[in-house]
């Protein structure tokens, strides 16, 4: 059975700061790795991809990748308002043919 | 605007009842994917098509069946509805960034 952890929710940070979004995976022959944003009542949106252990930036958005811990991070730098969403992350199983989700973590971030 | 298309977004059905949710895509993708999302279990595949021709059994395939007609449609039914399949269902399809698309759902109510 292939799983996905992540930190436990609600997650409220104030306007301005980081938020540290964590996921941790059972595949260790897992080779990409993404960060879903979803709003409530909408659907998931792609974030951030990662396919290599160190950091991605994307503007406030970096992902971090570490295949020997089987963790993978998301900070949202300045974080705002319009960033409190659910955050889902997502691995990839049996060659890329589909994708394992983690339950999500809710972030609020408060102005 | 190009990207996943689902219908209906709503349906109430009673027990017993059957019903198609329809997907289309239009950005050429070979593979496409039902979820369904239930609170605190995020996304669970139902099936899923690795191109035109072939479907797969994903986590929670029971009460469920597929159709990939063409390339672009994929369809997801139920033959007859329980309460247990209650849920958002969503379908997905994989673009060249290796992340999903999302189509914007379903919200389904079975009484």
């Known amino acids: 059975q292939k799983e996905v952890e992540q930190n436990s929710g609600p997650l409220s940070v104030p306007e301005g700061a980081i938020a540290s979004l964590n996921c941790t995976y059972s595949d260790r022959g897992s080779q990409s790795f993404f960060w879903y944003r979803q709003y409530s009542g909408k659907s998931p949106e792609l974030i951030m991809s990662?396919?290599?252990?160190g950091d991605k930036e994307d503007g406030r958005f970096t992902a971090q990748l570490n295949k020997a811990s089987q963790y993978v991070s998301l900070l949202i730098r300045d974080s705002q308002p319009s960033d409190s969403a659910t955050y889902l992350c997502?691995?990839?199983?049996?060659?890329?043919?589909?994708?394992?989700f983690g339950p999500g973590t809710r972030l609020s971030v408060l102005p | 605007n190009a990207g996943v298309t689902q219908t209906p977004k709503f349906q109430v059905l009673k027990t017993g009842q059957s019903m198609t949710l329809q997907c289309a895509q239009d950005m050429n993708h070979n593979s496409m994917y039902w979820y369904r999302q239930d609170p605190g279990m995020g996304l669970r595949l139902i099936y899923y098509?690795?191109?035109?021709?072939?479907?797969d059994k994903g986590e929670v395939p029971n009460g469920y069946n597929v159709s990939r007609l063409n390339k672009r449609e994929f369809s997801l039914r139920l033959e007859s509805a329980a309460p247990s399949q209650t849920s958002v269902y969503f379908c997905a399809s994989i673009g060249t960034n290796y992340g999903y698309t999302f189509g914007s759902g379903t919200r389904l109510t079975v009484v």
């Open positions: 997502a691995f990839d199983v049996d060659y890329g043919q589909n994708f394992v």
């Open positions: 990662i396919y290599s252990n």
């Open positions: 098509s690795a191109s035109e021709g072939t479907t």
